[in-house]
């Protein structure tokens, strides 16, 4: 058994000298080897990580169609309510990650805690799901452009934005932090910016002088308002467009998975991921549920020049009901100013997702189940060939020269929604046998760094509704008139890939599933970072004048 007090420390690791107090996740029980990556990402970096990862070119841009299906009560209520799975799959997260803060920490917890074969299908899961993320958006960086001007050959931007994020990637980890936190503080601005944008011009603060208010929640006013039918009429039809609003949230609310992948580079993280984790439901609130109740406050859902811009695939931020809000009230500048932040968001998101998916892949090779080849690390602490494959799947992006940017997008979208979905399944899965394993082995919870509510039924909770959107997502295809085989392969491809994967890894490596009071909780690993905590907290050194500033403006 043990606790907090008993986990006790470890010398200097094999091939670790005393210089090198950041290369602290060992994994001596793996037959591969060391991690050998470093503790380079601060505090400041890892929450705005964490931020921007949630926020993306969705939440100004692509909401808007969901709008135009569900209208803006079904919008409201299906992020609302997906929030509260993501905040539940959170309190599973966080409990795990924060006492066993190693590289790809959900991946490898469904290895140890479930299952190999579940661990190795949760891997290649993930990778898929963020690595196919990535040329989503490339391909979007390219239409947001295309706001400005349709001069610049696609090639040369998709080139272009594919170097930097390799330049990012295979310098020291701290630059990718760095790079990553400027970024997503501004997408931080444009977020909260759009939310005091609502409440101004809703109370007459535009040019119109034109105080709406709720107008477009108002059926008097906009037939059929809030909750709009979609596919037939009726009561099923407003079940059909709260649906496609679901869908929507299911894919584009996401965060704490984000912070998660830190773990195995964080600074202290024992002490910073617990507040990374606690700080995810101020930003759902804040951009997903006022968001989406902001969005449904300036355009009515049958808004004519919203429905021209889905239908004609409008560029950039001509597709957002921001953009379109500022045109309809006159406003000049701000659908510049807006595009351009939208812009980077998506740069910032495709950045996020190389990191992540080089470090699942690391995780994989440092379990066994990827080529040894994808551990290797530079000497700044960078798995250089995992970098290098993820870029690699990256250049589906040129898929766009030839193909509608539009189409390509859909394609990525419908992929990766299911993968996110089975991912967080197996998050609160895993998490149930973990919290079984304390229990049967005699481990208090109040032991762990962080100890999170409702606990088991937080788990109970996120793995069912997970699980039932993943084979929900695509439901559409199966209604009357409305089926496509390139929709339905993308919506369940996943679906059925992740069974076969498990299925595989067991037959052929014949593991076995272990019992709660044979489950081991990284050792070896916990003992390093214990180690590592204890040395760097005699040098941590007082906070500046600037890191108490950050620190005020983060809330952490």
Known sequence: MESKDSMGSLPITKGQDKTDHDVVSVNDESPLGHDRTRRRLKNRHIQLIGIGGTIGTSLFVAMGVSLSKGGPGSLFVAFTVWCTFILAMNNCLSEMVSWIPISSPFVRFADRFVDPALGFAAGVNFFIYQAALVPFEVVACNVILHFWTDKIPVAAVIASILVAYALLNLLAVKYYGESEFWLSLGKLLLATGLIF????????GNPLHDAFGFRYWNPSNVPGA????HVTTGSLG???GFMACLIQASFTIAGPDYVAMTAGEAELPRRTLPKAFNSVLYRLTTFFII?????GILVPYNDANLLAAISDARPGAGSSPYVIA??????PVLPHIVNALILFSAFSAGNSYVFCASRTLLGLALEGKA?????RCNKDGVPIYAVGL????????????STNSAVVLQWFVNLVTASQLLNYAIISYTYLRFYKALKVQGIPRASLPL???????CSYYAFAGTLLMAFVGGYPVFLSGQWDTATFIFSYGMVGATPILFCYWKFFHKTTWPKPEDITFFDEERKAVDKYEADASLNVPPPTRMDRFWKMVLWY
Request: glycine share 6%; no cysteine.
């Open 197 to 204: 944008f609502t409440f101004i011009v809703m109370v007459g």
């Open 226 to 229: 809030p909750f709009a039918e």
């Open 238 to 240: 407003r079940f059909h």
């Open 291 to 295: 968001g989406s109740l902001s969005m």
């Open 326 to 331: 500022m045109e309809r009230l006159k406003i």
């Open 371 to 375: 080529p040894h080849i994808f551990t």
């Open 390 to 401: 993820t870029l690699g799947i990256a250049l589906l992006s040129f898929l766009q020269v």
């Open 451 to 457: 100890v999170t509510t409702f606990q088991p039924f």
